[in-house]
């Protein structure tokens, strides 16, 4: 089961950190992604994390301004988002169980959280 949290209402050049709590899971093997949902667009990859070894992966448009990270004792990832802009408005989903290596695609990972939403705006 994973639960996302950390959703909200910045402005425009603001940060917000996102947490996904995971649990009935063994980590130690799980790449975890994180995943956004724009209205009317499809979903996209926006990060994901190798729980072993902390291998990191970023979608072109969040580069630089995202981290994913883990917190192994409280089994949680989390996204750290700086430099908020209007266009990162979306619901943010995680997600665990990837079968395969392509960690960019959302249909390759078996469970996912329930989404928060963020809005970025003035």
């Known amino acids: 089961q994973l639960q996302a949290s950390g959703g909200g209402l910045v402005q425009p050049g603001g940060s917000l950190r996102l947490s996904c709590a995971a649990s009935?899971?063994?980590?130690?093997?799980?790449?975890m992604g994180w995943f956004r949902q724009a209205p009317g667009k499809e979903r996209e990859f926006v990060a994901a994390?190798?729980?072993?070894?902390?291998?990191?992966f970023y979608g072109d448009a969040v580069k630089d301004r995202f981290t994913i990270s883990t917190d192994n004792g409280k089994k949680t990832v989390y996204l750290q988002m700086s430099s908020l802009k209007p266009e990162d408005t979306a619901v943010y989903y995680c997600?665990?169980?990837?079968?395969?290596?392509?960690?960019?695609?959302?249909?390759?990972?078996?469970?996912w959280g329930q989404g928060t939403q963020v809005t970025v705006s003035s």
């Open positions: 994390i190798r729980w072993s070894g902390g291998n990191t």
């Open positions: 009935g899971r063994t980590l130690s093997r799980e790449t």
């Open positions: 997600a665990a169980g990837l079968r395969n290596s392509n960690y960019y695609t959302a249909r390759s990972y078996d469970y």
